[in-house]
C-alpha cells in the first residue's frame, strides 16, 4: 500500500490564482480529513469527509472548497488564493470508528505570493 | 477546539526516558486518547493510544490515570532521533471522529 499520497509537493501561487491539492488514499478508508500548518504551529483542521459525498466543516474552512466523489480521493480546492493561505496543508485517514489512528501524507508546502 | 493541554517544551538526557504529560480533563468516557509526533515539517507519526488502560509498544509506553482527565507518554529510552513534536490528543466521538491537534510539547535529547 501507498497508503496517503499527496500531491504537488511544493507549490508558489500568486495572490488571486486558484489551485488544487490532491489527495488519495489506498487503505480503503472511510474518513479523510485536511488540515493545515503554519509555522511553528500545531496543526487546524480545514475539513473532514466521512464518506464519499459527505463532507463537512473544521475549525478554519474560510476559503476552502472540498468534494469527496469517490473513497480514495478527497481533493481541496483554494478558489482565490491568499497570503494568509501560506502554510502546509497534511491530508489524513483513518478507518469508521474511534480504535483507529489517523494515517498522513508528506503534506504539500504552499506559497502564495 | 483542541481538547488537550501540554508543555510547551521539554529536555532530556540521551538514554535517559522521557515523560511527556498531557491534561485532557474533558475528555468523554468512549474517546480515545493519541499520541504522534513530528520531525521537521514531516506528516505527524502515530506513536500510541488508548482508552483507560496502559498500553505499550516497540516506540514508547501511554499511562492514563484513573479518572481519565490526564496521560503520559513515556519513551523508555530515549535517543537524539527522538527530538521532535508530540501532539496528545483526544479523538472526538462524534460522526466524523475529528482529531484536534494542539501546539504540542517539543522535546529536545540532549547528548
Known amino acids: 500500500n501507498a497508503g496517503v499520497t499527496q500531491t504537488p509537493k511544493f507549490r508558489i501561487l500568486k495572490i488571486g490564482q486558484s489551485m488544487t491539492l490532491q489527495c488519495a488514499q489506498d487503505?480503503?478508508?472511510?474518513?479523510m480529513y485536511w488540515y493545515r500548518q503554519d509555522p511553528g504551529m500545531g496543526l487546524k483542521l480545514i475539513y473532514y469527509s466521512v464518506g464519499a459525498g459527505i463532507t463537512d466543516k473544521g475549525e478554519v474552512p474560510n476559503g476552502y472548497n472540498v468534494s469527496r466523489s469517490t473513497t480514495e480521493d478527497f481533493p481541496l480546492r483554494l478558489e482565490l488564493a491568499a497570503p494568509s493561505q501560506t502554510s502546509v496543508y497534511f491530508c489524513a485517514s483513518t478507518r469508521q470508528g474511534s480504535n483507529s489512528p489517523l494515517h498522513f501524507g508528506n503534506g504539500t508546502r504552499l506559497t502564495v505570493t | 477546539d483542541a481538547k488537550t493541554t501540554q508543555p510547551p517544551s521539554m529536555d532530556c538526557a540521551e538514554g535517559r526516558a522521557a515523560n511527556l504529560p498531557c491534561n485532557h480533563s474533558?475528555?468523554?468516557?468512549?474517546?480515545?486518547v493519541y499520541w504522534y509526533r513530528q520531525i521537521h515539517s514531516q506528516g505527524p507519526q502515530y506513536i500510541i493510544h488508548?482508552?483507560?488502560n496502559n498500553e505499550t509498544n516497540e516506540m514508547a509506553s501511554l499511562i492514563i490515570t484513573e479518572d481519565r482527565k490526564s496521560s503520559t507518554l513515556i519513551l523508555p529510552h530515549a535517543t537524539l532521533r527522538d527530538t521532535a513534536v508530540y501532539y496528545c490528543i483526544v479523538r472526538v466521538a462524534s460522526t466524523g471522529n475529528q482529531f484536534y491537534f494542539g501546539t504540542g510539547t517539543s522535546l529536545t535529547v540532549i547528548p
Open positions: 474533558t475528555i468523554s468516557g468512549n474517546e480515545y
Open positions: 488508548g482508552l483507560k
Open positions: 487503505m480503503n478508508h472511510n474518513y
